[in-house]
T-cell receptor, first 112, second 112 residues
Framework: NAGVTQTPKFQVLKTGQSMTLQCAQDMNHNSMYWYRQDPGMGLRLIYYSASEGTTDKGEVPNGYNVSRLNKREFSLRLESAAPSQTSVYFC???????????FGQGTRLTVV | GQQLNQSPQSMFIQEGEDVSMNCTSSSIFNTWLWYKQDPGEGPVLLIALYKAGELTSNGRLTAQFGTTRKDSFLNISASIPSDVGIYFCAGENTGTASKLTFGTGTRLQVML
């Protein structure tokens, strides 16, 4: 029972480097989300995809792009990483509104 | 954007004590959710509330949907060491295309 799988689990980047965080779910969920978690700030929504083929900005989208590649996969790209993007990133998915969201185990990203 | 503030930010309690925490919003929500995050893991749903005034229990946990629809409360009775973690509230409204907003979190630590 894989659920929501995120890769990589850990990553260190230099300022200005780019990378893509991968997320895949095997529960046939329609909606997928990317959050970042910082101390004292809780979970802040970066981008979400209500259904395959759509993406929308959350609270903190600047510096990020997303791709809903298919129903299973939702990737998050940092084009030019900055130290302010040091955080733990969580992907989540769910069937629809008012249903339980399932989270991956997170990607711990450090930008130096 | 919508802000969900949780209090307290963190708390140390003795094993066996009851715990109360709350979540307040600057705007109304139609659904309130409570999640728990264990160290190194993604959040997991504890309780979902769908109606103003609703009181719902899940074992030793009880959550209430505030009558103003701008707040929610979580109580844990007779705390045990495995209650350690971060508790997040989350709110959702119909018509916001599946957007799920999380609070700032309450970190709970239990002393034996």
């Amino acid at each position: 029972n894989a659920g929501v799988t995120q890769t990589p689990k850990f990553q260190v980047l230099k300022t200005g480097q780019s990378m893509t965080l991968q997320c895949a779910q095997d529960m046939n969920h329609n909606s997928m989300y990317w959050y970042r978690q910082d101390p004292g700030m809780g979970l802040r929504l970066i981008y979400y995809s209500a259904s395959e083929g759509t993406t929308d900005k959350g609270e903190v989208p600047n510096g990020y792009n997303v791709s809903r590649l298919n129903k299973r996969e939702f990737s998050l790209r940092l084009e030019s990483a900055a130290p302010s993007q040091t955080s733990v990133y969580f992907c989540a998915s769910r069937t629809a509104m008012n249903t339980e969201a399932f989270f991956g185990q997170g990607t711990r990203l450090t930008v130096v | 954007g919508q802000q969900l503030n949780q209090s307290p930010q963190s708390m140390f309690i003795q094993e066996g004590e009851d715990v109360s925490m709350n979540c307040t919003s600057s705007s109304i929500f139609n659904t309130w959710l409570w999640y728990k995050q264990d160290p190194g893991e993604g959040p997991v749903l504890l309780i979902a509330l769908y109606k103003a005034g609703e009181l719902t229990s899940n074992g030793r946990l009880t959550a209430q949907f505030g009558t103003t629809r701008k707040d929610s409360f979580l109580n844990i009775s007779a705390s045990i060491p495995s209650d350690v973690g971060i508790y997040f509230c989350a709110g959702e409204n119909t018509g916001t295309a599946s957007k799920l907003t999380f609070g700032t979190g309450t970190r709970l630590q239990v002393m034996l």
